[in-house]
């Protein structure tokens, strides 16, 4: 058991301090590094509650793709320093204000919280031990009671992919690789052999 | 004290030893693999190959570490010195840890994990950081190209690699990898997913950006690419990772498609031979391949790259994978 705990707060110390890192780090890059890191150890924390599909999925999607992109847009930014820290004094009142009202409306919401005397029986039976991978159990109350949940979840997704495209795509006026017509061009269509007779040109 | 000794001590001692015990030979079986390549293509070109130090030139690959191991770390000034330093031990560690899960026998692995193909497939999307990583901290162009095209390229390739494994999946019931090998002892599955394998292996060459997709390294354009500016063992890290992680998707080909350790024929002179051995040969023969492709074919231009990521394979694997699931379904051959 110690070696659970001594990896419970490892894995918990590295990502609140790679969560703060994320916000106080000057350099745009270093906060998605720092980001990155606090996904991966968040993955860690997941294997050690036993879930180790969500785990791995949280690594394959936001370590493997979400942040790979982000990083990618991150690193393309022209970003001068000077100038950033300019601003710092100037905006600190306006943003210690907003952070203060944030502060004070989670007390107010935490403070009043009380968890429901039903809360407990809603939630579903555990599998038993032993007896059901946690990949297995997630499929079957996903494609069964969350079915319809499921497919408008991925439907959202599918939406959202769509509006991407739309703003990105412009049919601009761009030379086209067009396999098919080159695999089809016979010799006959572009070369035309001519007999030129001595003396004069064609 | 005992408690400690047997409970903690004895434990970590044996876990340390085999780790050791698959991560040397993995090493060296990276030296020798540079030594084939070199042979291999050598021999593809009518030349000798490496020749001069020690019988056949063998002790090439050692020659070559040391003087790697003597050069100096030149860090550029204008790099970032943590990221700059820490791209190629990422690189290099991630290649070394998915062969946590890999069983080279019947029950020879370090973790038998339920969720062993996710693991692999998480680990490889990680490799792209060591690059991209690489390429911004150089503070230079042709790194930074360099890296932009490896970032994209391997997250599109991921994409059909990810159907490849979902179709394997469908068909064994389970994602543990002694399970998906233990499925193939009827038939390995690279008979009928031959396309699915195909394409698994094309997608291997892009994601371990080797010929003819080696575009983020390709010298004529960019120097050579994400480690232009790296030298002496950082360089050789990197190196030692990316063919590490030849090896690896080698070995993913092999436990997918060509029935890991299983012997080709389960009669008696085939199963005489051991598990280890068999596996070992079939990394071997998926490794010629990737060597063989590279003498053979020119590089690709980068928007064919992406063409047929994009355009051919995510589709095809799609279309595939609906067709395996209507079989499958249809003749009520689902695994229990």
Redo the contacts between chains.
């Keep these: 058991m110690?070696?659970q705990s001594l990896a419970f707060y490892l894995f918990a110390a590295v990502t609140l301090a790679s969560g703060v890192m994320v916000i106080s780090a000057r350099?745009p890059?270093?906060s998605v590094?720092f980001l990155?890191l606090a996904f991966f150890n968040s993955a860690g924390l997941f294997v050690l509650l036993g879930a180790?599909?969500l785990a791995?999925?949280l690594?394959?999607v936001y370590?493997?793709?979400v942040a790979?992109?982000f990083?990618?847009v991150v690193?393309m930014l022209d970003i001068n320093f000077a100038e950033l820290r300019q601003g710092f004094m100037t905006y600190l009142p306006v943003g210690a204000l907003v952070g203060l009202i944030l502060v004070v409306e989670l007390l107010l919401v935490v403070g009043g919280w009380a968890v429901h005397p039903t809360a407990a029986m809603m939630s579903g039976a555990p599998t038993a031990p032993g007896s059901l991978?946690?990949?297995e159990a997630i499929g079957q109350v996903l494609y069964t009671r969350y079915f319809y949940l499921f497919q408008a979840a991925g439907l959202i997704l599918l939406v959202a992919m769509v509006g991407a495209i739309v703003l990105t795509l412009r049919h601009r006026e761009v030379r086209r690789?067009s396999i098919g017509r080159q695999v089809s061009r016979r010799a006959g269509d572009t070369l035309e052999v001519k007999d030129v007779p001595t003396g004069s040109g064609i | 004290m005992a408690d400690f000794w047997s409970g903690y001590a004895l434990p970590t001692a044996i876990i340390v030893a085999q780790i050791l015990a698959i991560v040397l030979p993995l090493l060296l079986a990276v030296a020798y693999l540079t030594y084939a390549e070199r042979k291999v293509i050598a021999s593809m070109q009518m030349r000798r190959g490496p020749n001069v130090v020690g019988p056949f030139g063998l002790l090439q690959p050692i020659a070559d570490g040391v003087k790697l191991l003597f050069k100096e770390t030149i860090i550029p000034a204008g790099a970032n010195r943590v990221v700059f330093v820490a791209a190629p031990m990422i690189t290099f560690t991630l290649s070394l840890v998915a062969w946590a899960v890999i069983p080279f026998g019947e029950g020879i692995v370090l973790a038998d994990i339920n969720v062993g193909i996710l693991y692999l497939f998480a680990i490889s999307s990680l490799g792209v950081y060591g690059v991209v990583m690489a390429g911004w901290a150089s503070n230079s162009k042709y790194p930074f190209l360099g890296a932009l095209r490896s970032a994209a390229q391997m997250v599109s390739y991921e994409v059909s690699i990810g159907f490849v494994m979902v179709t394997v999946l469908l068909c064994v019931g389970s994602l543990n990898l002694s399970d998906i090998v233990n499925a193939q002892r009827t038939i390995w599955f690279a008979v009928p997913l031959l396309p699915m394998f195909v394409i698994f292996f094309i997608s291997a060459l892009a994601e371990t950006n080797r010929a003819p997709f080696d575009l983020p390294e390709s010298e004529s354009e960019l120097v050579a690419g994400y480690f232009s500016e790296y030298s002496s063992m950082t360089f050789a890290l990197f190196f030692l990772g990316e063919y590490a992680n030849m090896i690896l998707m080698s070995a993913s080909t092999t436990i997918l498609f060509l029935g890991g350790w299983l012997p080709p024929l389960d009669i008696a002179p085939f199963n005489w031979i051991p598990g280890p051995i068999w596996f070992g040969a079939k990394i071997a023969l998926v490794l010629f391949g990737f060597l063989w492709v590279r003498a053979t074919f020119p590089r690709y231009r980068y928007d064919q790259l992406m063409r047929l990521g994009w355009k051919v394979f995510l589709p095809f694997t799609l279309f595939w994978l609906m067709v395996t699931a209507g079989v499958l379904v249809a003749f009520d051959w689902l695994p229990k």
Excluded: D, K, P, S
């Design positions: 110690i070696v350099n890059v270093h590094l990155i180790e599909f791995m999925i690594v394959v370590v493997g793709a790979v992109l990083l990618f690193m991978t946690n990949t690789q």
